[in-house]
């Protein structure tokens, strides 16, 4: 069975996501724009969301997180919960 781990940063609107993103790739800590940001109570622990398995996710989210690359910001990726972005840690 696929398992991953990865990071994330939900918000509630695709130009607030933009706006991080562009921080990020300014050279901002993901795991900092995580606690600032994030509407998830991952962000607490850096938008840590540990492993999990494929199909745990909504399809959206899953998607990327199995398909993307590794270790860069996937995003904004939009769910029914909001707009994501995500950093896959690794997969196996």
Not at 20 to 26: E, L
Not at 82 to 90: E, T
Request: aromatic share 8%; glycine share 10%.
């Amino acid at each position: 069975m696929n398992k991953a781990c990865a990071q994330h940063i939900l918000v509630k609107t695709e130009k607030e996501c933009l706006e991080i993103k562009s921080k990020i790739d300014k050279g901002a800590d993901f795991g900092q724009m995580a606690k600032r940001f994030s509407t998830c109570p991952s962000g607490k622990r850096s938008g840590d969301l540990g492993e999990f398995s494929k199909g745990d996710m909504v399809k959206a989210f899953d998607d990327a997180v199995f398909k993307g690359e590794l270790l860069k910001v996937l995003g904004p990726i939009r769910t029914k919960f909001g707009f994501h972005l995500i950093k896959v840690l690794y997969r196996n």
